[in-house]
């Protein structure tokens, strides 16, 4: 089992930034390919970005390409978001993922590929 714990969120303006932490424990090791995700008020949760366990490959949702930017700490246990240009469409509570992976290029982005979520954090941004 994985416990996946989120943390970062918060209310910000349009235009300003967050980074989004995502600490892992239980039974963890490096070979996890991670994945975030947001779900706003009666809507789908949509797949925003995703990170092989080695670091080297990652994936963006077409809406937030060039303004968010996922990385992780292996020694740390620890995925990143950082939120770059916030829009008011970006309000969402935020989920990290996890799914065992050895192979290290590997990203998910569907999340039925996903075992592991944490519980979320609240991002805000006001107009």
């Known amino acids: 089992q994985v416990q996946l714990v989120e943390s970062g969120g918060g209310l910000v303006q349009a235009g300003g930034s967050l980074r989004l932490s995502c600490l892992a424990s239980g039974r963890t090791s490096s070979r996890y390919a991670m994945g975030w995700f947001r779900q706003a008020p009666g809507k789908e949760r949509e797949f925003v970005a995703a990170?092989?366990?080695?670091?080297?490959?990652?994936y963006y949702a077409d809406s937030v390409k060039g303004r968010f930017t996922c990385s992780r700490d292996n020694a740390k246990n620890t995925v990143y978001l950082q939120m770059n240009s916030l829009k008011p469409e970006d309000t969402a509570v935020y989920y990290c993922?996890?799914?065992?992976?050895?192979?290290?290029?590997?990203?998910?982005?569907?999340?039925?590929?996903?075992?592991?979520w944490g519980q979320g954090t609240q991002v805000t941004v006001s107009s």
């Open positions: 993922a996890a799914q065992y992976e050895g192979r290290p290029e590997v990203v998910f982005t569907s999340k039925g590929a996903y075992d592991y």
């Open positions: 990170i092989s366990w080695s670091g080297r490959s990652t």
